[in-house]
Structures are given as C-alpha cells and as structure tokens.
C-alpha cells in the first residue's frame, strides 16, 4: 500500500509519500538465495516527505528526507522460536539530503548535495555459534551506522527528450558494532549466562558516483545508469554496491505494451559487521514484461524474471527462475 500527497506554487513544490509492505520470501530474494528453506516475511514502513524552492529563475534548493522501518518475521527453530537460523537483521534507516541547484542554462544543470544517513539495527533473535560438553553460545549484534555524502552533479538535455545526468562525489562511514555472547544449557531452553556488550568502532572514506542517460522516444522509454553506493542489508548494517541497470519499454498499441529490464550488481562484504556472508556477492537478473490496459484505471501485467548469485571463490552458485501477476488500480484525480 502506497500514498501520495503533491502542493504545487508557483514557486515551490511539496510532496509526501509512505507506505507499508510485506513481502514473502522463499528463497527468491537475490541477496538472501539459498540461506534459508523458511518462508520470511519482510515488513516495510516508510515516509518521505520533500521540498523544492525556487530561490529564482536559475537558482533552487531541494530539500529531502526518507525513513524506513525494516522487520523480519523469521521462523525460529520448532519450539526454540528465540533461535533464529540467519538471524536477520530489524533496522531502521533516516537519510536527510539539501542540493544546491543552479541552472546555469536551458539545457545544463549543476548542483551540489550533501547527504546524511543514520542507521540502527539489531538482531531480530539469537544465532548459535557453537557449542562445548553440554552446553552452547549464541550470538547477538546491534549495529549503529553514520554515512555522510558530498556530490557534485551535472545534468544536460540534448535534443529529442535525451538527458544525461553525472554525479561524483567522496563518503565517509562510521560504525559501531556491539556483539555479546548468550550461554545455554544443552535444552537451549535455560540461560545460563550472559557476556558484556563487546564495542568495534571503524571508519572508512570512499567514493560514489552514478552516470544515467535516459531517451524518452515516441512510444516508450530507454534507460541506461551504472553506479556506486552504500546500501541497507538484511544481514546487518550498509554495503558497498557497484550496480548496472538498463531498461527499455515500449507501448505495442494503446492496450498493449511490453519491457525489458537488465541488472547486475555487485556487493562487497563488510568484514566488520557480517556474520552470514564473508564473500563479496555478484548478482543478476533478466524480466521482460507485458502489460495489458483493461481500462482508464486498471492494468494487467505479467512478469518473469531470471536471477542469479555468484559468491566470490566459490562455486556453490544460486539461481532462481519467477513469474507474477500484478492487477493495478490507477486512482482517478479528485479534484
């Protein structure tokens, strides 16, 4: 379920949109493929409000923010429902971003933007990780993350509805991981002792940048992006990402259309705060679609989607083949 709210001035624009999912997962979800044969339900709440103000004609500022609340409702093990198999992770994310934009003429815009994101998750249960005589050891983990990124953008429109968007810029991360130990007796039934929160502190500095060029054409569109970034994980705290997207769509005839969408992406494991993947994470996927419109407000579509995952230095490799139905309900204008 998704809503959106958009107040248009003549000299600014304000919107809001939030939602809520859940999403069941059995082993489709590319960055979680082959860890588990439980059903998962991923919940999802989310707001993101925005400003943008036009200080002039050439000048402008966009303010932005966004919060996701992520939880997981993971089966425990029968009858231990404390003990989780993966153990993932609930976490909350707030990312807070101003851009400067300054269009310096009708077909070329720069802009700066300052980004700041705060992430806190914990574990959603205990994952045992060993065991000694009759007894066994559990683990626990909260993570707490500080992520702050400074770009610089450019954007340029060529002719026939082409634009081509540049962003490069530096990152600087700061992590706290606190871990501690639970001792059981061999029931698992009956704490035994608890360890003291164990506190890593690391820093890193790295770079991000993202290059998009798009053509709107006269019965669809084409899109093409390549990228780095840092993204939430349901394992635990954000990950570097090298991701490449191209996606093309196009109307058959006023009922019927058709797209094609390609991904890869590659996540490099986080020494300091992974507990399930140690090993950086190539993934890819294929979807062609067809859509059909069954009138003014409602749309058909059908889905397949081929995805695959390669861990680095290993050949156990996953691959997952779906299909969907999706029937959509377009809200007509109220006022």
């Known amino acids: 379920m998704n809503l959106e709210w958009l107040k248009r001035t003549e000299r600014s624009n304000f919107s809001i949109s939030g939602g809520y999912s859940v999403v069941s997962n059995l082993e489709s979800e590319l960055e979680l493929a082959g860890i588990t044969d ?7 709440a989310s707001v993101s409000p925005r ?23 993971e089966p425990g093990y029968e009858g231990l429902d404390l003990f989780k198999a993966v153990n993932y992770i609930d976490y909350q994310l707030g990312q807070l971003s101003l851009s400067l934009i300054d269009n310096i003429t009708e077909k070329d815009k720069l802009s700066l933007t300052l980004t700041n994101m705060d992430y806190t998750g914990e574990s959603n249960g205990l994952q045992i990780d060993g065991g000694f005589f009759s007894y066994y050891t559990a683990n626990e983990r909260e993570l707490d ?49 608890v360890d003291v929160w164990q506190l890593e502190e690391t820093s890193q500095r790295g770079k991000v940048f993202n290059v998009s060029y798009d053509y709107q054409h006269e019965t669809g569109n084409t899109s093409v992006s390549l990228g780095r970034d840092r993204i939430a994980e349901s394992t635990g705290g954000l990950v570097e990402q090298d991701k490449f997207k191209l996606s093309y769509n196009n109307r058959i005839t006023e009922l019927f259309s058709w797209a094609i969408s390609v991904d890869a992406s590659k996540r490099k494991a986080d020494a300091d705060t992974s507990v399930v993947f140690v090993a950086d994470k190539t993934n890819y996927s294929f979807s062609p679609s067809l859509s059909w419109k069954l009138d003014q407000y ?11 995952l390669q861990y680095e230095d290993s050949v156990d490799d996953r691959k997952s ?13 109220l006022f």
Do not use: C
């Open 298 to 308: 409602w749309r058909l579509s059908a889905n397949y989607r081929y995805s695959e």
């Open 51 to 73: 400003w943008l103000y036009m200080l002039s004609e050439q000048f402008a500022i966009d303010l932005s923010y966004s919060y996701q609340d992520v939880s997981f409702d």
């Open 321 to 333: 083949n779906s299909v969907m139905f999706n029937l959509s309900w377009h809200q007509p204008q």
């Open 38 to 44: 439980n059903q998962v339900d991923r919940n999802t």
């Open 145 to 193: 993350y500080s992520y702050q990124v400074l770009q610089l953008g450019y954007e340029h429109k060529f002719e026939r509805n082409q634009r081509l968007n540049i962003n490069v810029g530096v990152s600087k991360q700061e992590v706290e991981n606190r871990t501690r130990q639970h001792l059981f007796d061999s029931s698992l039934t009956t704490e035994v002792a």
